[in-house]
C-alpha cells in the first residue's frame, strides 16, 4: 500500500512552489518508513495521512462547518491501515454526507501538508485533495456530532477567512484544470 500511495502522491503535478514543497515533504515523508496512518486520535503519530475530497458542481464547493477544527472544510477524513486513499472517499462520504459518488473516484489534484487548528491543534495532517462531482439537489444525510452545518457555496462567496488555509489555491488549481 505504501508504494500505491508514493505513486498518488508523485503523480500530482504542483500548481506552485508551495504545494512542489508540500509533495517533495510528502514524498520524503513516505520514503522515510514512517507510519502513514492515524493510529490513536487525535494525533498519533503527529503526522498522518488525510483524504479530502471537495464535493463540486459546476458553480461552488460543498463545504462542511466542522466541529473540532472550527473551520469551514472540504469533507475527508483520515486514511485506515491498509486502505487505499481512494477508498477513504469513497467510505467517508457515505459515512460524512450520506451518498455514494457516482462514478469512480479519480487521481487526487492536490496535496497539502497543514498544522491543524482549532480543539485538537498542533499536528500534521498530510492531505490528498480529491473531486467529487454531485448536484445541490442530491439528498444529504450528514454527521451532526462531527459538523455543525453543511452548505453550498458559489465558488466567489467561499469564507476563506475562516476556512482550509488551502482551500483558495486548490479552488484555483481547480479551475485551471476545468
Not at 49 to 72: K, P, Q
Not at 75 to 100: D, I, K, S, Y
Request: hydrophobic letters at 40%; glycine letters at 6%.
Amino acid at each position: 500500500m505504501r508504494q500505491q500511495i508514493r505513486d498518488e502522491i508523485a503523480a500530482i503535478i504542483p500548481l506552485d512552489d508551495v504545494e512542489a514543497a508540500h509533495r517533495a515533504d510528502a514524498l520524503a515523508w513516505v520514503d522515510s518508513g514512517a507510519s502513514l496512518c492515524r493510529t490513536g486520535k487525535p494525533a498519533t503519530p503527529p503526522k498522518h495521512l488525510v483524504a479530502y475530497f471537495a464535493v463540486i458542481d459546476r458553480s461552488g464547493v460543498l463545504l462542511v462547518d466542522h466541529r473540532n477544527a472550527e473551520l469551514w472544510l472540504p469533507t475527508g477524513g483520515h486514511v485506515e491501515p491498509g486502505e487505499h486513499p481512494r477508498t477513504t472517499v469513497v467510505r467517508e462520504l457515505l459515512e460524512e454526507l450520506g451518498f455514494a459518488a457516482a462514478y469512480d473516484i479519480s487521481a487526487p489534484l492536490m496535496i497539502t501538508c497543514t498544522t491543524t487548528v482549532g480543539q485538537t491543534a498542533g499536528h500534521t495532517d498530510v492531505s490528498l485533495w480529491y473531486v467529487v462531482r454531485a448536484e445541490r439537489a442530491q439528498p444529504i444525510r450528514f454527521d451532526e456530532g462531527e459538523f455543525k452545518a453543511v452548505r453550498w457555496f458559489d465558488f466567489e462567496a467561499v469564507p476563506h477567512e475562516r476556512s482550509e488555509p488551502h482551500l483558495r489555491r486548490f479552488l484555483e488549481k481547480l479551475v485551471a484544470h476545468g
